[in-house]
Structure formats: C-alpha cells, structure tokens
C-alpha cells in the first residue's frame, strides 16, 4: 500500500534529532515518528512536511520524506501536483488542506484526515470585510470537500474540535471520528499554595506568536511585577515574535525576573511543570487548535491553569472550579486572574484539587495510533468502524 501523510511537522529534523539521541520536544512526538516508521517497508510510505530546507529524502527502505516551504504548500496546484506525484492508495493529510484534500477526493483515494483544529464562523460585522467573506467561503470549500464519498472519516482532536466540525461545517456525527494522545501519567499530587515557597513560578509553553498569546502573558507578567508582586515568569518556545518579546523584557530591566530559554525538551517541560506554580493557556481565538498541551500537561501534573476564553477550553473547564478564565487578548484581565489565584490560598487549592478529574474528562474518542490504524486496516469502512468510532457514538 502507498500511504501519504502531509503534515506541518518537519519530519526530517524530527527524524534525525531522534537518530541522534537527542529528546523530544512535546508529547508523543518520538512515538509518532516512529509509528510512522514502522510501517516501512511493508508499505511504501510518503511524509509530506513543511519544512525550511526543501527536501525530497529516502530515510529507509520504503520511507521517504517531502519537504517543502510554507509557501510552496499553498501554492496554487501544489496538493493536485502532490497527489499525482505520489499516487497514493490511502491519504491521511493532518492539517485542513483543501486542495490536497479535493485532489484526493476527485480520484477517489480513501482519505482519513486527522485534524486538530476548531472551526469557527467569520462573526456578522466581519462579513463586511474581504478577510470576513475569505474566511466564510473557506468554510465552505471545506465543508463539501471533507463531505465526499472518498473521504472515510474525518478525524479531530478533542471532543470540542469535533463537534464544531458539526457545528460550524455541517458534517454529520457519524463521519467524525475524536481522537486524543495517550494519556501522561506523572503521579503528581495536586499543588498546594502552602508548600510554593519562594517566588512563585508562571509557566507558558508554545509558539511565541500573536495569536498564541505569548505577548499577553508578558504584558501582564510586567504588570504584576510593576504592581509589586514577586514572581517568576518562563515564556519557553520559539516563534516570530521572540525577538521581540526579548528585547520588552531588556527595555523594562527584568531579565532576572522573566526568562525566555527558546524551544526546550520534552523534559525540561516537564521539570518545569513539576516547579511552577500556575501554567498559562492564552491563546487567542484566531490560533486554530484542538486541546493545548500545556492545558493537557498543566492538569496531568496538579497544577492550577489560568487559560483564555478560547473555543478548544472554555467549553471543556469551568471557570473558578477546574482552572480561571480570562478574556483572550486582555493582559489586564489575565494579571488579575493570576493575581487571584496566588493571592487566595483556598482558591488555588480547590482548582488544583479538581485538576485529576477535569484531565479524564479530555479524554473522549480513539487515540491517534489506534485511529490510524483502524483507517490503513480498513480505508473503504467496510466493517463499519466509523460509526462505533464516531461523535455519534460517542458524545457523552
């Protein structure tokens, strides 16, 4: 069988980092790599990838990898050109690629997307506007395309990214399928507000862009250490805005207080998480994801989350029981929620001690290997797993 995956992920880099010794820098990173791997060479496996250094490499027999720039994937007629180069006999593309998709579609390739992204609707005022309208025929486009008969199933992470495939494309519950990673186990008892000691810690991790709300933490970082708080603050990952972000902090004289160490290990993470006092979600709405890992990972090690009103959370974690909440974008309002929770022992606490309960509710639907696999088992859904699988099965 010809299996294609296109991802974002620069498998490549991945590949090598791990041939080398080096660590993961998420969950389930190694772990899907090799996955992948595996399946070489029984199969002829193609990993289409973004990636800086455009590549066309053989990494074992029955293994190749496709870089290409960011660019050149949505250039016009890349997905079609991908499709017939390629000639695949199951396509499982893990970004909402529409032409690709349609490609796909239009020979009748079995194809499994395996999505984590929620959908949302343009609002009304934005209608008016061309970004608006882009926006509404996008979801559109994609809504008929993941709806074709070659499409077996279209997979989402989270409960909540799937139901708004549903909600906002029209999909029906019987073709979407959720799916989660495996489950962190860290055995970490809840954090208690009596045993920080010292300066508290305020942990984010991710992308160091707008949208994921890097510079909203650090605004509010600012302002509470303005407002006489003593704390300390790690912005770890890498993005467009880092540069950025480190000269704020040079300008306002807290490089002792607030350090950005760039994209970390897995566990370096997981170090951290085991110190910090709160982990930060703010992504914004625009920053399109299933369930951040910093929500999974936050809650799996007994810590208390302050996270934005963002579609993938808001509807999963209640406000002042599993974690705060605040106004995506708002620096002014996410100072205040952490202020709360460091300021109010029994606040921190009762949060803190609902993290183990709110982490199982995440979990709802197959996980991704098993999803995966049942797909390449079985691509035409001859015995019907779809449905058993699906968000009609399944919601609670």
């Known amino acids: 069988m010809r299996i294609l995956f296109l991802q974002t992920g620069d498998y490549l880099e991945a590949w090598r980092r791990f041939e080398a010794g080096s660590p993961e820098t998420y969950h ?18 193609t990993v289409a990838t973004l990636s800086k250094t455009p590549h066309d490499t053989r990494l ?39 032409d690709a998709i349609e490609a796909a579609a239009a ?17 009304a005022r934005a209608l008016v506007t061309r970004s608006g309208l882009a926006a509404l025929r996008r979801n559109r486009r994609l809504s008929r395309v993941l709806a074709a008969p070659a499409v077996t199933a279209i997979g989402n992470h989270s409960l909540l990214a799937s139901r708004s495939l549903h909600e906002v494309l029209g999909l029906t ?27 508290p810690t305020i942990l984010f991790v ?23 708080l003593d704390l300390r603050v790690v912005l770890a990952g890498d993005g467009p805005e880092r540069t950025a972000y480190l000269a704020r902090v040079e300008a306002a004289h ?56 963002h579609p993938s959370v808001k509807a999963r974690l209640r406000h002042e029981t599993d974690c705060l909440i605040f106004r995506a974008g708002d620096a002014g309002d996410l100072a ?30 197959l ?12 691509p035409d859904n001859r015995t019907g797993w779809v449905r058993t699988a699906s968000l009609a099965a399944v919601d609670p």
């Open 206 to 228: 991710g992308s160091h862009t707008e949208a994921k709300g890097a510079g909203d933490l650090l605004e509010a970082a600012l302002m509470l250490l303005g407002g006489g």
């Open 173 to 199: 519950l019987d073709r979407i399928v959720p799916w989660e990673w495996t489950r962190l186990e860290t055995g970490m008892p809840p954090r208690r507000h009596a045993a920080l000691g010292g300066p």
């Open 60 to 98: 074992a027999p029955g293994l190749r990898t496709l870089g290409v720039s960011l660019q050149q994937m949505y250039a016009p007629g890349f997905g079609r050109r991908l499709i017939e180069e390629v000639c695949p006999d199951a396509f499982l593309p893990r970004l909402p690629h529409i």
């Open 28 to 45: 389930e990173q190694k772990r899907t790599v090799e996955f992948v791997a595996a399946m070489a060479p029984d199969h002829e496996v």
């Open 367 to 378: 996980p991704w290997y098993d999803l995966v696999g049942r797909f390449l088992a079985d």
């Open 107 to 123: 020979r009748r390739i079995p194809t499994l997307p395996c999505l984590a992204d929620v959908m949302t609707r343009p609002r």
């Open 336 to 365: 205040a929620q952490i202020r709360r929770l460091l300021e109010d022992p029994p606040l921190y606490d009762r949060i803190a001690a609902h993290a183990a309960a709110a982490y199982d509710r995440l979990f709802v639907g």
């Open 254 to 309: 807290e490089g002792a207080r607030i350090s950005l160490p760039g994209r970390i290990p897995k566990d370096d993470v997981r170090a951290l998480m085991r110190r910090a006092a709160i982990a930060v979600m703010p992504s914004r709405p625009a920053y399109a994801e299933g369930l951040p890992n910093t929500v999974v990972e936050g809650l799996a090690h007994g810590l208390p989350l302050v996270v934005s009103d």
